[in-house]
Each structure stands twice: as structure tokens, then as C-alpha cells.
């Protein structure tokens, strides 16, 4: 059984950079065909989609976040990284990884989810 698990901070300074893990197990993020996301929900809104890392270590970021954000990937370890710089205020909320096979868009596996808050 997939799972996927989030992992930082739950609180990050504005202007600074929010830094979150996601680690696998289950499956391997190299495995075919397979996308790995990060999506975040604000309190009281709809779910925003941030970016993907593919199983090839390709990269893909919403327009919303491309010039602010990063994904990255540590095979060794089965987990992908999420760096959004310059956090604002908008920046609080619940944080997601999520598997989406094949760019579907669509996602059959999901973690928990991690609440983050942006503070001055």
C-alpha cells in the first residue's frame, strides 16, 4: 500500500523560505509514469495546485508559483522536496502531496496533509 507522508516545519517566517518533505514508501517516486505533487489548500478556499516532480526528476510549477518555487527529489530516500521563497501571508495553509499516474490530474494518492502558517 502507497503511502505518502509531509513533513516541516508548521510555522515559517514571512519573507523566508517554507521548506516541506514528502517521503514514500510503498513505492518508488521512479517508478513509470508517475507524477508527484504538491498541492496546498488555505483556509476557507479551494485546493491550489503548486507543481509536480515526474519520475524522471522533471519539473513542472503552476504559473501561480513558478517564479517563487522548487521542487526537488532525493531518490536515496524516496521523498520529494517543496521550497516556496518569499513567503507571504498567503502562504498558510494545509500543504498535500499527492501521486497523480500518468498526468492524469487526478490523484489516487494523497498524504495527510500538513498545516503551515506564515507569521511576522
Known amino acids: 500500500q502507497l503511502q505518502l507522508q509531509e513533513s516541516g516545519p508548521g510555522l515559517v517566517n514571512i519573507s523566508q523560505t517554507l521548506s516541506l518533505t514528502c517521503t514514500v514508501s510503498?513505492?518508488?517516486?521512479?517508478?513509470?509514469?508517475?507524477?508527484w505533487n504538491w498541492i496546498r489548500q488555505p483556509p476557507g478556499k479551494g485546493l491550489e495546485w503548486i507543481g509536480y516532480?515526474?519520475?524522471?526528476?522533471?519539473?513542472y510549477y503552476s504559473p501561480v508559483f513558478q517564479s517563487r518555487t522548487s521542487i526537488s527529489r532525493d531518490t536515496s530516500k524516496n521523498q520529494f522536496t517543496l521550497q516556496l521563497s518569499s513567503v507571504t501571508p498567503e502562504a498558510t495553509a494545509v500543504y498535500y502531496c499527492?501521486?497523480?499516474?500518468?498526468?492524469?490530474?487526478?490523484?489516487?494518492?494523497w498524504g495527510q496533509g500538513t498545516q503551515v502558517t506564515a507569521y511576522s
Open positions: 516532480i515526474s519520475w524522471t526528476g522533471e519539473t
Open positions: 499527492a501521486r497523480d499516474p500518468a498526468r492524469s490530474w487526478k490523484y489516487d494518492y
Open positions: 510503498g513505492g518508488s517516486i521512479t517508478f513509470t509514469n508517475y507524477f
